[in-house]
């Protein structure tokens, strides 16, 4: 079965850093989904940015980009000139290849980002 | 994206009731998934929602306790039964509109303490 791996249940950045949060996973698949999300307070769940295994470019949104590196299972995500309104919990997700069936989602255990000034 | 709501947004219920909650999307949408998040936990897929059929179940979750319908391609419901205070969770719908990009997007979620 797939897993996914968040070894930083938190974190802490200052304003306007950067900050990355890692994510390694586990899969026999060669094709496969990788997402990043963020829960704030609020609890809606956010997609903040998706990855194709596929496609070596890393996926970049904006102050959000992923370092993607599919030999080590690992996909990290970092946030460039952290905002206040980034502190939240961010999961990292993966879902295997398209077959037709239900897109299982499988989460990480996530990373608590604090936001200082 | 997709516009989904949820109704309730928060409740409290006693143990031995039953909790049926809604998830409505502003269009049609492929799929439809319901997942618990337990207090300090991630996110633990339920079901897949399926139109006009019964619902397909993950390990460890049984259709007595969690029934779903999905009358149609917009709207499904997740019904809690028979409630304990271990069902107390933030129970979230999620769906994929499209089969290309296959992503999944999320309700605001209800937030259920059971006592």
């Known amino acids: 079965a797939q897993t996914v791996t968040q070894s930083q249940p938190e974190m802490s950045v200052q304003e306007a850093e950067t900050v990355t949060l890692s994510c390694t996973y586990d899969?026999?698949?060669?094709?496969?989904?990788l997402f990043w999300y963020k829960q704030p307070p609020s609890r809606q769940m956010i997609l903040v940015i998706r990855?194709?295994?596929?496609?070596?470019q890393n996926a970049t949104e904006n102050r959000f980009s992923v370092n993607f590196q599919k030999a080590a299972k690992s996909f990290s995500l970092k946030i460039s000139d952290s905002q206040l309104g980034d502190a939240a919990m961010y999961f990292c997700?993966?879902?295997?290849?398209?077959?037709?069936?239900?897109?299982?989602?499988?989460f990480g255990t996530g990373t608590r980002l604090q936001v200082t000034l | 994206s997709a516009v989904i709501s949820q109704k309730p947004s928060r409740d409290i219920c006693q143990r031995g009731t039953s909790l049926t909650i809604q998830c409505q999307v502003d269009?049609?949408?492929?799929?439809m998934f319901w997942y618990r998040q337990q207090p300090g936990q991630s996110l633990t897929l339920i079901a897949t929602a399926n139109q006009g059929s019964e619902a397909t179940y993950e390990s460890g979750f049984v259709i007595d306790k969690f029934p779903i319908s999905r009358p149609n391609l917009t709207f499904s419901t997740l019904t809690v039964s028979n409630m304990s205070p271990e069902d107390s969770s933030i129970y979230l719908c999620?769906?994929?509109?499209?089969?290309?990009?296959?992503?999944?997007?999320f309700g605001p979620g209800t937030r259920l303490t059971v006592l």
């Open positions: 990855q194709e295994a596929y496609k070596q």
């Open positions: 899969t026999s698949e060669s094709d496969y989904y």
């Open positions: 269009s049609q949408v492929t799929m």
């Open positions: 999620s769906v994929v509109r499209d089969r290309i990009t296959d992503t999944q997007y």
């Open positions: 997700a993966y879902r295997g290849p398209n077959t037709g069936t239900a897109s299982k989602l499988t």
